[in-house]
């Protein structure tokens, strides 16, 4: 709802108290009225006395000092006092005369529906400046009005100069706890059971309220948050021993619904979620066609752009829940680069996800828990992204769910899609932002430093475990979000700057206990490097920015190809309509010192992109870039600077998510149609495509019968021809197959090398693993001299292999003909592959 429409509510139920008032008769007060409080079940006339004393003692005896609402459908309820007593005024819904009629005369939405039909006609019904909701028993002390009062008063200083429009009170021992359905994220109070209102405003919430049952506190405060009003928090203390406690009427006084019904308080809960369940729903068919070629042959289809990835990341599972199964350090293993093993810390084991999936592996296998990770993770993405749009810069729905829909399947998403879960699987990352955000604004609404901080650090500590390199860049793109807000309202950002600080002191408190030990093993443990190397620029060609990806509707995988270092790191390719769009939104929206900031945010992120050097198109030149700052920084010198564009992602869904919550608010028709056909233009170029697929490698007979065993001693290993690396992998697929069964010489992970320990992918190459991989992809074997034959025996030693085994391939016979010459002895044929025996105690 727009501004102007809360304020035509706030009017129409003005007018609809004011008309409630005119039907009384002339003993009515039919002028202001300071304070409502309004009570959704029927009182004992001696609960009636202790409310009259107190408010009169409050508020003051004079007319329009108070008025008491009290909304039931019992016939029995006490009419003695209300009959005598002019503020105090009975609703019944069942009345033909009630107090509270539709606009259409229909009076059954209240009539014994529930606790939200009650409230909502109370409130209605209520002419007071504020409007105080509590319950029969008087479960929160009356005396604590003063404070929620204090906390509303427009003269309380507040962190953004706004007074609150709402004031939950919240007891310590949970009385007033009475609803089992939390109202809005990060507030403890989760129900209205003891809350103080703006009246207008109240009855502006209540009137825009659908639920009747209990729900309908979730839905009002939901609603509040929504308009961008502000609702503070209040801890009630418990009860004073000088107050008197509550009377066993008291506490046994029949309320309009008794006990919340479960059912009904669920069926409220799914009215109130459908529109978001529609839009997660609408997510998950959109991440099932991206990946619809790997659901329908799980068995045989490979990700045809994946390259090794697939294979690496089922590899990942496998081993994840073999070493948890087995009670093995699930940081390492020996499964693969044999002697030296592999550091799985050091690698996107994804450990946050692979350790909680594995009774999925363990009942369905690897490639299934590879699929749904990937189906599952990107929809999860954008549905964290669509909640934190819809919660934090636009109130249409369809446009938050537009805006989270890009940031989690933009082109560079999509690319990351073919094998990098850990880059497309980023649903913490909004809920991380979101809870900084929440530190900036201090104790602004109920919000607690401490408690948004230790969230914070629970959450980088699930990130940390499930993709670090995603919550590093994701770090760089909140640091230039605050320095641009910094440029942009020096004096808010300089405000935020000490609780987000204090916030952040209290997350690493959180966070480092817990990942000391894992931190420690990926950087000082076995198999640990200092950074990697992926090439002297892995930046982007300023080009790639404007370009369309392979798999999107626009794409051309040749063009796509030459401006990116393969299919999986695509890592901008938003396309120049996109881009301009976001541009056009900038200039647009550009008063909204959000925008400015995201704005330079964004564009930071692309010159960052770009490199330490950046080579000018169609021309020889090549010029410094503003990575060169940061190319040497510790973490960051193992970063491919390309993905830093991804950064963009999200910004580019947050600028559209604005545009069209601004498009569909404007008042002509033919300017909404112009402004949605611009964002269609944006964006049909980019939408993704399927990701196609193909057959995948068979794994040899050898394998599957388990022969291998016969051949393979424990501790023993496997040495595939050629051996598995960053190039070809199928052999850690063969390894699955096997249930880890055998170790693997060779291998595709992230390992050391050298005496400097720099990170490379794969093991570490040796004479003989080279010389089979050059001959198996078309170099011509060499002369085999004696000093071959001992360099390959000195290999076959250090990577205690008990089997050579070559399967019929391309070129298998030069292959053969090598090995044989090499290990001075024929091969033995097993089914589909040529196998050599090489273990201890051999010839």
Same mark, same amino acid.
């Given at each position: ?20 008032a ?5 003993t009515?007060?039919l002028?202001a ?13 001696h ?14 005896t ?29 609703i019944?819904?069942?009345?033909s005369?009630?107090d ?17 039909a ?6 209605l019904?209520?002419?007071?400046d ?5 319950d /029969?028993? #008087?479960?929160?002390? @009356? &005396?604590?009005?003063?404070? =929620?009062e204090?906390? +509303? %008063?427009?003269?309380t200083p507040?962190a953004?100069?706004?007074?609150p ?39 502006a ?8 049952g209990p729900?309908?506190d979730?839905?009002v ?8 009003w ?21 506490t046994?006084?029949?309320?309009l ?8 308080a ?15 729903? /609408?997510? #998950?068919?959109l991440? @099932? &066609?991206?990946?619809?070629? =790997?659901?329908?042959? +799980? %068995?045989g289809?490979?990700l045809?752009?994946?390259l ?6 089922e ?9 948890i ?24 084991t ?8 594995i ?5 369905f ?13 990107m929809a ?26 890009l ?16 880059f ?15 530190l ?7 919000h607690?430093?401490?408690?948004d901080?230790?969230l914070l ?5 699930y ?9 590093l860049?994701a770090?760089?793109?909140?640091l ?7 440029v942009?309202?020096?004096?808010r950002?300089?405000a ?7 916030g ?13 030990v894992p931190l420690?093993w ?7 490097y200092?950074?990697?190397?992926h090439?002297?620029n ?8 404007i370009?369309?990806?392979s798999?999107?509707?626009f794409?051309?995988?040749e063009?796509?190809?030459?401006l990116?270092l ?12 996109l881009?301009a ?11 909204s ?6 704005a ?5 992120a ?5 490199g ?15 990575w ?5 920084l ?13 950064v963009c992602a ?30 269609a ?7 993704p495509?399927?990701?196609t697929?193909?057959?995948r490698a ?8 388990g ?10 290993a496997?040495?595939p ?7 070809q ?38 004479h ?10 078309g ?10 034959r ?22 298998d016979?030069?292959l053969?003909?090598?090995?044989t ?7 033995e ?11 201890p105690?051999?010839?």
């Open positions: 709802m727009s501004g102007e429409s809360a304020v035509g509510a706030d009017r129409e139920s003005r007018a609809h108290a004011d008309a409630h005119d039907a009384q008769d002339g009515r007060w002028g009225v300071g304070l409502s409080v309004v009570i959704p079940a029927p009182v004992p006339e609960t009636l006395t202790v409310l009259r004393e107190h408010l009169d003692a409050h508020c003051g004079g007319p329009g000092a108070w008025e008491l609402i009290l909304v039931t459908d019992d016939a029995a309820a006490p009419a003695t006092a209300a009959a005598a007593e002019p503020r105090i005024r009975l019944r819904p069942d009345d005369d009630s509270v009629d539709s606009d259409d005369g229909d009076d059954s939405a209240v009539r014994g529906r529930g606790k939200g009650a409230l909502r006609a109370g409130v019904a209520s002419a007071g504020r409007v105080l909701l509590t /029969a028993a #008087l479960s929160a002390p @009356l &005396y604590e009005l003063a404070r =929620l204090e906390a +509303l %008063d427009p003269g507040q953004d100069d706004a007074p429009a709402v004031v939950l009170g919240r007891s310590r021992n949970g009385l007033v706890r009475t609803l089992g359905i939390p109202g809005i994220p990060g507030f403890r109070a989760d129900t209205c059971a003891f809350a103080l209102f703006d009246g207008d405003r109240a009855r919430a209540f009137g825009a309220s659908t639920l009747d729900a309908i979730a839905e405060l939901r609603w509040v948050r929504r308009q961008g502000h609702v503070a928090e209040v801890e009630l203390p418990a009860r004073r021993a000088d107050a008197p406690a509550p009377t066993e009427a008291q046994q006084t029949p309320t619904t008794p006990r919340p019904d479960r059912r009904q669920l069926a409220d809960l799914f009215r109130l979620n459908a529109g978001g369940l529609a839009v997660a729903g /609408a997510f #998950l068919l991440s @099932l &066609y991206v990946f619809q070629g =790997l659901w329908t042959d +799980l %068995d289809a490979y045809a752009d994946a090794q990835d697939q294979n690496q990341w590899w990942f599972v496998g081993v994840t829940t073999d070493n199964t087995h009670l093995r350090n699930p940081l390492f293993t020996l499964s693969q680069g044999m002697p030296d093993g592999v550091n799985l810390m050091a690698n996107a994804m450990l946050g996800l692979n350790v909680p999936l009774p999925v592996t363990l009942l296998g690897e490639t299934v828990t590879f699929a749904l990770v990937l189906t599952l993770g999860a993405s954008a549905w964290t992204w669509y909640w934190l749009i819809r919660r934090r810069f636009v109130r249409s729905r369809w446009a938050a769910a537009a805006g989270g829909a940031a989690a399947f933009a082109p560079p998403m999509v690319s990351h899609a073919n094998g990098h879960p850990n497309v699987v980023l649903f913490m990352i909004p809920l991380i932002i979101d809870r900084a955000l929440r900036c604004e201090g104790h602004r609404e109920g607690s430093v401490t408690r901080g230790v650090g629970l959450f980088a500590t990130q940390i475990f499930i993709g670090e390199e995603p919550l860049i770090a760089l793109g909140m230039l979000f605050c320095l641009a807000y910094l942009v309202d020096r004096r950002a300089l935020a700057a000490r609780p987000l600080g204090s952040l002191v209290v997350a690493l408190a959180v966070c480092l206990p817990l990942v000391a420690y990926q950087f000082f443990g076995p198999q640990s200092h950074s990697v190397l090439g002297d892995a930046g982007n060609s300023p080009r790639a920015l370009e369309y990806a798999r999107s509707l794409g051309d995988p063009t796509a190809g030459k990116s393969n299919t999986t790191e695509q890592n901008a390719f938003y396309g120049w309509p881009l769009f976001g541009v056009a939104v900038c200039v647009w929206l550009w008063r010192k959000a925008v400015r900031a995201l330079l945010t964004g564009f930071a692309l010159l960052l992109s770009l330490p050097w950046v080579p000018v198109p169609r021309t020889e030149i090549v010029l410094p870039g503003p060169r700052l940061m190319i040497k510790p973490l960051f010198e193992s970063v491919i600077e390309g993905r830093v564009a991804m999200p910004i580019l869904g947050i600028l559209l998510a604005l545009a069209l919550d601004r498009i569909l608010r404007l008042r002509t028709r033919e300017l909404r149609t112009l402004g949605l056909l611009a964002a233009a944006a964006l049909i170029p980019v939408l495509l399927p990701l697929v193909r057959d068979p794994v040899p007979a050898f394998i599957t019968s022969d291998w065993k016969g051949y393979v001693k424990d501790g023993e496997l040495v021809v050629p051996l598995p690396d960053p190039g992998a199928d052999a850690l697929h063969w390894q699955v197959e096997a249930d880890f069964g055998f170790r693997l010489a060779g291998g595709y992970f992230n390992g050391p090398w050298g005496p400097d320990r720099i990170g490379i992918y794969g093991a570490t190459p040796r003989l693993s080279n010389l089979l991989r050059d001959v198996r992809y170099a011509q074997p060499p002369e085999v001299t004696a000093s071959w001992l360099q390959a025996r000195q290999d076959l030693e250090y990577w205690k292999a008990g089997a050579v085994v070559l399967p019929f391939q391309d070129r016979t030069e053969r003909d090598l090995i010459g090499l290990l001075d002895r024929e091969p044929q097993v089914r589909d592959v040529w196998v050599w025996r090489v273990g105690g051999e010839p």
